[in-house]
């Protein structure tokens, strides 16, 4: 699935996906992808809202998706244009895959930075530390609660089984930082709920 990156790097990628879970303020899983973005200030554009020109240059660049940063009237934004007739998990794992070109500074486009998106969307779509919490048994038990694709999960559940053999839940400063915001949305949803 990619390159293969130096275990150092995956660290690195893990620390910026607790940055974008803590600044999304991500305490629910699967979450909205295009609130996510909202959060993060990034505006997010379907092909098919853009004229027939632009459009078709869109799905000359790429026929999934892809991130720029641009000027428009005079100001800076960071913009997701995607494809919105790829399946719904396809839709989410784009968008994850865009914040993750944008969160990282990617600039080239090369086959790391392609393989460091990937690693991030995967990531932050399905922390191993969050799927912990859950009755996930299987790649299908994956794909169901987090709303991704069998591919992802299948090529997921493996991450996560190394992650249960090698480290557990003996967890990382940015894992922590991950439960914490996972756990403070269990905290709020649960008094709403005793509440209402």
């Not at 991450?159 to 053999?165: A, H, T, V």
């Amino acid at each position: 699935m990619g390159v293969r990156l130096p275990n150092s790097r995956y660290e690195e990628l893990k620390e910026i996906g607790a940055d974008i879970i803590e600044d999304a303020d991500i305490s629910e899983y699967p979450f909205d992808v295009f609130a996510v973005a909202d959060k993060l200030d990034i505006k997010v554009i379907a092909y098919q809202s853009l004229p027939e020109k632009a459009a078709k240059r869109c799905f000359d660049a790429s026929e999934d998706g892809f991130s720029g940063l641009f000027t428009i009237d005079g100001r800076s934004e960071w913009r997701i244009y995607y494809n919105a007739a790829m399946s719904e998990e396809r839709i989410r794992f784009t968008i994850m895959h865009e914040i993750g070109h944008i969160s990282a500074d990617h600039m080239d486009g090369n086959e790391v930075e392609e393989s460091e998106a990937n690693f991030l969307a995967s990531f932050v779509l399905a922390p191993p530390c969050i799927i912990h919490k859950t009755t996930v048994e299987d790649y299908i038990d994956l794909a169901n609660e987090f709303d991704v694709s069998l591919d992802m999960a299948y090529y997921h559940i493996d991450s996560y089984n190394k992650w249960l053999r090698f480290s557990g839940p003996n967890y990382t400063e940015y894992e922590k930082r991950i439960l914490a915001v996972y756990e403070a949305g269990l905290l709020l949803n649960h008094s709403f709920h005793e509440s209402a």
